[in-house]
């Protein structure tokens, strides 16, 4: 049956293109490439469907929809999903599209630092072998804008968890060199798969920059939020407290360990210090920590009274996640699941080191995010969900 399946699609790919012509081109490689998922997923799988076996790894879990740019055009595939903690994206995709996404980028990164058409063309031909135009290298990063553009005001759902922060970088605006919040979201929806749900580069007040992501991705359909982690950043308290309040919201116990070093006033004691805020962290439940607090104040009371004063007034806020199931804490305690983001972002703009405008950042950020972002959709869960 599997045989016969597979050369009804080739078939269809064929007749495809005789009907009609070059036009149907890319309608058939739509056809081959979802076939070829689906028989890797049940590689993967070591079963086909609906087929019962000792030696399966996991279960399909059907298929979500990828729109990806080519040369002849948008083509819609549909991706196999699987479930049960199985990995897997599929090579057909990947490997076809390698050479898409590396001229994407090669684009968008010249374009970002100011280089000009004519030159991208030159390095393009030069890399990839490409005879293109400048023509069509304008259209490009038009194209470009436009899919990012898009990626940014796409609909959202249902997210239980959702993390925040910000990283800055260096913009010149009228021939001054200024930093740029760049704002980053990332969310744990009710099956436990994490997106990056939105990201904004703006020069303005935090506050009003940070209210204004967060207005952005409630139009856009976020909801069902019922635990929110950030650094202690006034401007985005301040937000959180207008767009989303009553959400429980849990400050990140790794920039608190950081917060808590400016008021130790001997550098030897750094040390011992923070053990001591670690082992508030890492009490085993919510009431011994608050004993733990009182424990570490107390012990600081006398060669560090700020410091004891500090813990007990801001310790507290840190300690939300103990009331998530324990398997959620260590994932959700910081904002560290950011980290490789900003690794990225980090290891891609400093080859720019200076951007000309916010939404040339915007651009690169965008770019790196959405495709994190679809691994991270189509890959293994991060977080179980289980009641």
């Not at 006033?265 to 439940?285: G, L, T």
Request: charged share 25%; glycine share 6%.
């Amino acid at each position: 049956m599997t045989h016969q399946n597979e050369n009804t699609q080739s078939n269809s790919a064929v007749q495809h293109i005789l009907d009609n012509g070059l036009d149907g081109i890319g309608e058939a490689i739509r056809l081959i490439i979802d076939q070829a998922m689906k028989i890797e997923r049940s590689q993967v799988l070591q079963a086909k469907p609906h087929e019962r076996t000792d030696q399966r790894q996991g279960y399909a879990n059907g298929f979500k929809g990828k729109t990806v740019s080519t040369r002849v055009g948008d083509i819609r595939f549909s991706v196999p999903q699987v479930r049960n903690g199985v990995d897997f994206y599929p090579s057909a995709l990947e490997k076809g599209l390698r050479s898409e996404r590396a001229l994407m980028l090669a684009i968008a990164e010249m374009y970002i630092q100011g280089v000009s058409t004519r030159k991208v063309t030159a390095v393009l031909e030069e890399l990839c072998g490409l005879d293109i135009s400048s023509t069509q290298v304008s259209r490009a990063t038009a194209q470009l804008d436009q899919e990012l553009a898009q990626w940014r005001i796409r609909p959202l759902g249902q997210f239980k968890y959702l993390i925040l922060d910000a990283r800055y970088e260096k913009v010149r605006i009228n021939g001054i060199v200024r930093s740029c919040a760049v704002l980053i979201a990332l969310g744990v929806d009710p099956e436990g798969k994490r997106s990056v749900l939105g990201v904004s580069a703006k020069l303005s007040e935090a506050e009003v920059h940070w209210r204004d992501f967060l207005a952005s991705l409630q139009e856009r359909g976020i909801h069902g939020i019922e635990f929110a982690v950030s650094d202690d950043h006034a401007g985005l308290r301040a937000a959180l407290a207008a767009r989303l309040p009553g959400i429980p919201w849990q400050r990140c116990q790794f920039h608190f360990q950081q917060n808590a070093m400016a008021h130790v006033p001997k550098i030897h004691m750094r040390d011992e210090v923070a053990q001591d805020i670690r082992s508030i962290f890492n009490a085993s439940d919510l009431h011994q920590a608050q004993r733990q607090i009182q424990a570490v104040a107390q012990k600081y009371r006398e060669s560090a009274p700020s410091l004891a004063e500090w813990i007990e007034a801001n310790a507290p806020e840190a300690l939300t996640v103990f009331n998530l199931p324990e398997t959620h804490r260590k994932k959700l305690r910081t904002t560290n699941s950011l980290e490789r983001l900003n690794k990225e972002i980090k290891r891609r703009t400093r080859v720019a080191t200076l951007f000309p405008n916010e939404k040339s950042l915007e651009r690169l950020v965008t770019a790196l995010l959405s495709e994190i972002s679809d691994e991270w959709e189509t890959g293994k869960i991060y977080l179980t969900m289980k009641n």
